[in-house]
């Protein structure tokens, strides 16, 4: 009876999407552009944000050292808006974006106090199809005499390895 419960239990584990599979396209971009943003109003790398979680619908959490201990910051995007504060609220910071023709989110914030100065791109993650239509335009797009060029390397390259690993001695046999 035990071990048939516990299957149970295992299988509805199994078969129940992670939150991040269950996200969509839009809530991806939307939690990139307010990491991103945090990051930057606070002169750090994204990666020193642990997310934490949502609020409502359009309020993420994320954690991070600040002053002398670990901070939560809440992160509210709007049409064209982040905004963001911390727990009890002595840090706030109102970060403008827009949406670009290829659907990314870009923000052009630059704290006086940061070093840091280039433009933030969120884009949704691209599908193998749109992957592999990127990599055949490029290659089209390419001259001539770059693809003739980097063919012969490649086999003279090979040829190298070729070479190199026949002439290699072979200990002579006892």
């Known amino acids: 009876m035990r071990s048939l419960l516990l299957i149970i239990i295992l299988t509805a584990i199994c078969h129940v999407p992670s ?19 945090l990051a ?6 994204p990666h020193e944000f642990s997310y934490v979680g949502k609020k409502r619908d359009n309020i993420y959490i994320y954690n991070s050292f600040y002053g002398a201990k670990y901070t939560d910051f809440f992160c509210k995007i709007d049409d064209g808006e982040i905004t963001i504060m911390s727990r009890k609220k002595k840090f706030r910071r109102s970060v403008k974006y827009y949406i670009d023709e290829n659907e ?65 001695t072979k200990p002579e046999e006892q």
């Open 19 to 37: 939150t991040a599979q269950a996200r969509s396209m839009e809530e991806e971009r939307a939690l990139c552009l307010t990491r991103q943003a």
């Open 40 to 45: 930057r109003a606070q002169c750090k790398d």
């Open 104 to 168: 990314c989110g870009i923000i052009e914030y630059f704290p006086a106090s940061c070093t840091k100065r280039s433009v933030i791109k969120c884009c949704f993650p691209k599908s193998e199809k749109e992957l592999k239509a990127d990599k055949e335009a490029e290659f089209w797009q390419r001259s001539v005499p770059d693809l003739l060029k980097e063919d012969q390397e490649k086999a003279l390259k090979a040829l190298q390895n070729r070479t190199s690993k026949s002439s290699e």
